[in-house]
């Protein structure tokens, strides 16, 4: 700072019109103990009240008095549990900072001071001097902090066993962070019991603010040093010479491709399934004497079919029974007028029917033999009885 002062003496004026706080940790006073630089208290408030930051000024205040009280209980109830002399995250943050001094080198020119060379690619960077007795450094950072620096940490781990609490200040103790909180928040009634106070005044509503679109902001906007995660950057074209785009983007004037307009597109009307109106074609009545079908596989589900299917089924459905009983009026020749008389012989002169028997391949061909002489006109009786004598006659003639 003193080479910037000789080299532009009017920084001193201008600092102290426009940044009269302090800004840098040279300027901090050692009786403090505080060596923050940033404004992770002022983020950390505004973190804490966040979700009353918008309710009237009365009940904010009120919120912030029950908040603070809670966390005083808290703190308090924790520094009756604490032991010994420093505090345990100071420690902590001690043993954690012991930790990478490789590049000071230590030399004690007496009990209690000694000088610290600072080394980097072996070679001597700067050298600091150090004063256990007195707490202090060449670096200041041990007396405006009140813990030990790096160059103090590196004399003192150089020691076997060495006693930490005697390096760290009072105001890092067990007994300063009771005191802190031994204090109490009164608790108080709502606002409805509180006391009527006249002001002497009127007190009207604030004025409104005309607010923007869209939700209001609570958190700040971070600057540039402090916004995390990966830095982006912006392209520019080298067609063109443009930021914010590539050469074979469409937004490039010169060799970009034009984005086409879309045209509104007309929404069609979802019809059947395929092949669900489709009519079912029967099979003819000769492949249907001549062999069974053989069995088809189970069909997959589909889903529930539409009014208009079923009605399609339907129709299909009565057709085909059509077709089928008109086929078989043809083949059985039923509606054929019958020119031979029908002499039916008396029930007394019939034998006792034979028991009937299971139907076999055999006695079906012989059926359809008999249909074919009845239809002929060969035979003249029609009734069940004749049929059986015919069919006995024929594997009688068979079996010899």
Not at 295 to 320: G, I, M, Q, W
Request: aromatic share 6%.
């Amino acid at each position: 700072m003193d080479k910037v002062i000789e080299a532009y003496p009017g920084v001193v004026p201008w600092l102290k019109e426009h940044h009269s706080l302090l800004w840098a940790r040279s300027g901090f006073k050692e009786e403090i103990k505080c060596d923050f630089i940033n404004n992770n208290l002022v983020e950390s408030w505004n973190a804490w009240i966040q979700a009353h930051k918008d309710l009237p000024l009365d009940i904010l205040a009120d919120a912030i008095r029950h908040k603070t009280m809670v966390l005083f209980e808290k703190r308090r109830k924790i520094s009756k549990a604490l032991k010994g002399f420093i505090l345990p995250a100071i420690i902590h943050q001690l043993n954690a900072a012991s930790k990478g001094l490789n590049h000071l080198k230590a030399t004690k020119g007496g009990p209690n001071q000694a000088e610290v060379i600072v080394m980097y690619n072996d070679e001597v960077v700067k050298r600091h001097i150090v004063y256990l007795d007195q707490h202090e450094c060449t670096c200041r950072e041990w007396q405006v902090s009140g813990k030990p620096c790096p160059h103090a940490l590196a004399v003192i781990t150089a020691e076997r066993q060495p006693n930490m609490e005697q390096y760290v200040d009072v105001a890092y103790s067990v007994h300063k962070f009771q005191a802190a909180y031994a204090g109490m928040i009164h608790v108080i009634t709502d606002k409805s019991q509180w006391p009527v106070v006249e002001k002497g005044f009127k007190l009207l509503p604030p004025i409104g603010k005309k607010r923007g679109l869209g939700r209001q902001r609570k958190k700040r906007v971070k600057g540039c040093l402090e916004r995390s995660g990966k830095a982006t950057r912006q392209v520019t074209c080298k067609g063109c010479g443009e930021l914010g785009h590539r050469r074979t983007s469409w937004r490039c004037p010169l060799s970009g491709t034009k984005k086409r307009k879309r045209t509104r597109k007309t929404k069609t009307k979802k019809g059947p399934k395929k092949g669900a109106d489709k009519e079912y074609e029967p099979a003819p009545a000769s492949e249907t004497i001549a062999a069974a079908p053989e069995p088809s596989p189970a069909p997959p589900a589909v889903a529930a079919p539409s009014p208009r299917t079923l009605r399609t089924r339907e129709a299909v459905a009565r057709e085909r029974e059509a077709e089928e009983a008109a086929a078989t009026a043809r083949r059985l020749n039923l509606e054929a007028p019958q020119p031979l008389e029908m002499i039916i012989p008396e029930a007394e002169s019939l034998p006792n029917p034979a028991p009937a028997k299971k139907m076999t391949h055999r006695r079906k061909q012989l059926a359809t033999k008999w249909l074919m002489v009845n239809a002929d006109g060969k035979i003249t009786d029609a009734d069940p009885g004749s049929m059986s004598k015919y069919l006995l006659n024929e594997e009688a003639t068979i079996e010899n």
